[in-house]
T-cell receptor, first 116, second 115 residues
């Protein structure tokens, strides 16, 4: 079973508009972390934002915010005022515990296209 | 502060050969994780090394192995290469605290093509 589900393979957004990238997760852990990473065409993954499972406030980092709904197990990324440079792959990730300690697993990703 | 360095950037090998990829983490980081990225499977966790010990392992065959040195640099080895091993191999370093909030810092990856 998929632990991280990103249902949008591709998304289009007009420059300067906001866009929401969906992410749902599955875990039985009480303590876990949720992340979003951006991967431009260069290939290097870039950390965007983090949300802890015990955090009551939604995380924000500049134009990025994470809409965390714990009961629904969703962690959607909201990008406000999209820019052309936001065109990239976006990965939702979860860090959860296991026999070997915590490890980070990723969803399949959403490719975002920002139109001028 | 220097970022995560992966070498080589590109590799072309033939089936049956073996390959070694290298990763130098950010100074002070003690954990190195390896991921395989393919268009069909996305990012798949291979393993994590911390203080020269494998701390976590994904579901890959034994042909995939790794090690970490005392300076935290890590190598990943794939023996008896198969066509399906063609992928972007990403290395990520982190502080190694083993907590849920530990974020990963990635290198640019090694693009491996198996012919």
């Amino acid at each position: 079973a998929q632990k991280i589900t990103q249902t949008q393979p591709g998304m289009f957004v007009q420059e300067k508009e906001a866009v929401t990238l969906d992410c749902t997760y599955d875990t039985s852990d009480q303590s876990y972390g949720l992340f979003w990473y951006k991967q431009p065409s260069s290939g290097e993954m870039i950390f965007l934002i983090y949300q802890g499972s015990y955090d009551e406030q939604n995380a924000t980092e500049g134009r990025y915010s994470l809409n965390f709904q714990k009961a629904r197990k969703s962690a959607n990324l909201v990008i406000s005022a999209s820019q052309l440079g936001d065109s990239a792959m976006y990965f939702c990730a979860m860090r959860e515990g296991g026999t070997g300690g915590f490890k980070t697993i990723f969803g399949a990703g959403t490719r975002l296209f920002v139109k001028a | 502060k220097a970022g995560v360095t992966q070498t080589p950037r590109y590799l072309i090998k033939t089936r049956g050969q073996q390959v070694t990829l290298s990763c130098s983490p950010i100074s002070g980081h003690r954990s190195v994780s390896w991921y395989q990225q393919t268009p069909g499977q996305g990012l798949q966790f291979l393993f994590e090394y911390f203080s020269e010990t494998q701390r976590n392992k994904g579901n890959f065959p034994g042909r995939f192995s790794g090690r970490q040195f005392s300076n935290s640099r890590s190598e990943m080895n794939v023996s008896t290469l198969e066509l399906g091993d063609s992928a972007l191999y990403l290395c990520a370093s982190s502080t190694g605290g083993g907590l849920p909030d530990e974020k990963l810092f990635f290198g640019s990856g090694t693009q491996l093509s198996v012919l």
